[in-house]
């Protein structure tokens, strides 16, 4: 097919990539050629991701355990990507977590955590690839924020809708510095979406509640969400920086 190596030649970093739609878009990728480094705080599932794709020809992906909160981590990440494949063309954003506190029972304790990896993580990943791309003259950023980025989160709590807001204005804003240096910059906004994160969170009957109040009754799998991500990382989306790009089932129309 022609488009099913869209990749190859093409270099990039998947934050989250152990699991969920971070997993999905890794595999996405590298189906398409891609060299990726995949990094998550939980190194037992990247290996199982890279034992999934041994026998594709896409080169051999990096694995690197490393906590996206951790700047001493990401910028290892970063330089370990530059030392293996000489570049970086793009960055998804994916390591998240979800917390459902209720706000009057919101620990300080449990915010700082939930910026830390949710807000501060996407920050230091954009900060640290910045650089690079800039002397590139090129380079594409996803970051994947959230349908609670558009509205408050229907699974989580304050805390994460704060959060997932904070990683729109960053995109937003760094898209229009980043603009002139060739670098497109977007928010992915996905809905709800089947993944390990939502299922060990929500119990069956809910989940079944939430699918039946969308226009598209039911959850998306994280594949399909995959496939967008690759579309905002491809030359078919040129034009489309600083854009929120929603993923929701109809759940919420802005
Ligand atoms: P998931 O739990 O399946 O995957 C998240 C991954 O991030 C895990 O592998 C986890 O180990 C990793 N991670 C957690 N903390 C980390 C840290 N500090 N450093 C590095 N890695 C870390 O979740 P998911 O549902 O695939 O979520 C992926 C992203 O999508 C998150 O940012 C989430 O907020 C967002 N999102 C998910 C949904 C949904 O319905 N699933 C909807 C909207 C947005």
């Known amino acids: 097919m022609a488009n099913s190596k869209r990749f190859s030649g093409k270099f990039g970093i998947?934050?989250?990539?152990?699991?969920?739609?971070?997993?999905?878009?890794?595999?996405?990728?590298?189906?398409?050629?891609?060299?990726?480094?995949?990094?998550?705080?939980?190194?037992?599932?990247?290996?199982?991701?890279t034992g999934e794709v041994a026998g594709s020809d896409a080169p051999k992906p990096l694995?690197?355990?490393a906590d996206v909160s951790a700047e001493a981590e990401v910028q290892l990440l970063?330089?370990?990507?530059?030392?293996?494949f000489g570049r970086i063309d793009f960055l998804v954003t994916s390591a998240g977590i979800l917390r459902r506190t209720q706000f009057a029972e919101l620990a300080i304790s449990e915010w700082?955590?939930?910026?830390?990896?949710?807000?501060?993580?996407?920050f230091l990943c954009c900060r640290a690839v910045v650089p690079i791309m800039m002397k590139?003259?090129?380079?594409?950023?996803?970051?994947?924020?959230?349908?609670?980025?558009?509205?408050?989160?229907?699974?989580?709590?304050?805390?994460?809708?704060?959060?997932?807001?904070?990683?729109?204005?960053?995109?937003?804003?760094i898209a229009r510095e980043l603009g002139?240096?060739?670098?497109?910059?977007?928010?992915?906004?996905?809905?709800?979406?089947?993944?390990?994160?939502?299922?060990r969170a929500t119990p069956p009957e809910e989940l079944e509640r939430i699918a039946g109040g969308m226009p598209i009754r039911?959850?998306?799998k994280p594949e399909e969400q995959a496939r967008v991500i690759a579309f905002l990382l491809s030359e078919d989306s040129n034009f489309i920086t600083g854009a929120c790009i929603d993923s929701n089932g109809g759940a919420v129309m802005v």
């Open 218 to 220: 039911r959850w998306s």
């Open 136 to 173: 590139q003259g090129a380079g594409v950023i996803v970051n994947v924020a959230s349908l609670a980025g558009r509205t408050a989160s229907v699974l989580g709590g304050a805390h994460y809708t704060a959060a997932k807001h904070g990683v729109v204005g960053l995109t937003r804003h």
């Open 63 to 65: 694995i690197q355990k």
């Open 14 to 49: 998947v934050t989250g990539a152990g699991s969920g739609i971070g997993r999905a878009a890794a595999l996405n990728l590298i189906q398409a050629g891609a060299g990726l480094s995949l990094a998550d705080i939980d190194e037992s599932s990247l290996k199982a991701l």
């Open 112 to 122: 700082d955590l939930m910026m830390a990896v949710n807000l501060r993580g996407p």
């Open 78 to 84: 970063v330089d370990n990507t530059v030392a293996r």
């Open 180 to 199: 002139p240096a060739n670098i497109r910059v977007n928010a992915f906004c996905p809905g709800a979406t089947l993944t390990p994160m939502v299922q």
